[in-house]
């Protein structure tokens, strides 16, 4: 089948402005374009909106998600200072533009697990959910910082080294091994290697490559940890379970094993936003990378470019302008879909989970600006390469809704 889900309503401090009429109209013109499976609001709802989306919800036979940022503040619960992911010079990391929705807390943490477990509890009780789709599944991205990635990367807490040493690995001397291999123009690129790709080689499998690889496939599984027990506790409700992922080129990059993630999960949406300069969009992502490079190296445009191109398995465009606008081509979402079919993300378990393709058809000046070729192609390329649906992001408030009318004729042609 196919699977639409459709985010609304992102937690910010205008919904209580927001009228609803309007916010029933917009909903409404959603389900009349598109046949619309799983509508996915968000947090600190007003009673009445939160209301109102389980009328259409329900009238329009949609189950509805909360949509739940899990490592990151909401607003209604705000973390600890001491709970921020540690970086490799052992500083906190800062959330994106110092955001408090991008800070986020280490998993590995047993007052974070004790805390937001008892949040999610309390916040799935307060509406008539069908399921929970937990955002924020991560680490920081160490490309979305002004400082160098290799600074941001985390965690490297002290409870991420009890956790560590529980499973035979130094913390401590992966991250002197981390910071040396990062001390050299040669060692930067192996970093971002790694970053990019589970399947560099080692060749010589030197020491400090050794120490980045045991330290990213720790982190992985930190996670993944993680969603499991919150899924845990989910399914003991009765919920279903959506998971919001990065795109498979840059999950590894944050901590994400989508096949592990698989099996705590109905369905994963990866976030394959091939036009977007913010947090998760491929293009964001990877000129923070090439500006770090590009300022470590002094290497020219197209070889820095040809470099993240044979590190990431994507079709790059030829100058970071490009990059910049219009982003990736549609044979780059192709290959993030085809990818995440080949990380056995939908046979984890006995029970065959779903892979979506996250595809922004949002407006938003400075971030977004899309056209309906774009769009079009996009949807095209991706419905080739085998996805089991669309997630529709990410938020309905912003989108133009002829850009609903896009997705039918190109889904469904």
């Not at 919800?57 to 992911?85: I, Y």
């Not at 002197?176 to 970053?195: D, V």
């Not at 191109?309 to 994507?314: G, I, M, Y």
Request: glycine share 6%; net charge neutral.
């Amino acid at each position: 089948m196919n699977r639409f889900t459709l985010q609304y309503l992102e937690g910010n401090p205008t919904l209580a402005e927001r009228p609803q009429n309007t916010v029933r109209h917009r909903l409404r013109a959603a389900f009349q374009r598109l046949p619309i499976t799983d509508l996915l609001v968000g947090w600190n709802l007003p009673p009445v909106l939160l209301e109102t989306c389980q009328q259409e919800a329900q009238q329009a036979g949609a189950r509805l998600f909360r949509w739940h940022p899990l490592l990151t503040g909401d607003g209604a619960f705000m973390p600890r200072a001491e709970w921020q992911t540690v970086g490799l010079d052992g500083r906190a990391v800062a959330g994106f533009q110092n955001m408090p929705e991008f800070t986020f807390v280490c998993p590995n943490r047993p007052a974070v697990r004790q805390a937001v477990l008892e949040h999610l509890n309390e916040v799935t009780r307060q509406g008539d959910y069908q399921g929970v789709f937990l955002d924020r599944v991560r680490f920081p991205s160490p490309a979305a910082s002004a400082s160098p990635p290799a600074r941001t990367l985390a965690c490297f807490c002290k409870d991420c080294q009890q956790a560590a040493a529980a499973e035979g690995l130094d913390l401590a001397c992966a991250q002197q091994a981390i910071a040396h291999l990062a001390s050299s123009p040669t060692g930067k690129r192996l970093l971002l290697q790694a970053l990019l790709d589970p399947h560099a080689p080692l060749d010589p499998p030197a020491p400090d490559q050794q120490a980045l690889q045991a330290f990213l496939a720790f982190r992985q599984r930190s996670v993944t940890r993680f969603v499991a027990d919150t899924a845990a506790l989910a399914r003991a409700r009765g919920l279903a379970i959506g998971l919001d992922c990065f795109s498979p080129c840059l999950a590894r990059m944050v901590g994400q094993d989508l096949s592990a993630l698989g099996a705590h999960c109905d369905w994963i949406k990866i976030m394959c936003y091939a036009h977007t300069l913010g947090p998760a969009g491929l293009p964001f992502e990877l000129l923070g990378l090439f500006d770090w490079l590009a300022a470590e190296s002094g290497a020219p445009e197209a070889e820095i470019l040809g470099w993240l191109s044979s590190a990431s398995r994507l079709p790059l465009p030829a100058s970071r302008a490009g990059l910049r606008s219009p982003g990736l081509p549609p044979e780059a979402l192709a290959n993030e879909v085809r990818r995440g079919r080949s990380q056995d993300v939908l046979r984890s378990t006995s029970l065959r989970q779903q892979l979506l393709a996250g595809i922004e058809l949002v407006e938003m000046p400075g971030i977004t600006h899309l056209t309906q070729a774009q769009v079009q192609a996009d949807l095209a390329a991706v419905r080739a390469a085998g996805a089991d649906g669309l997630a529709l992001s990410w938020d309905l408030w912003e989108m133009p809704l002829e850009r609903l009318d896009w997705v039918r004729a190109a889904w469904f042609q």
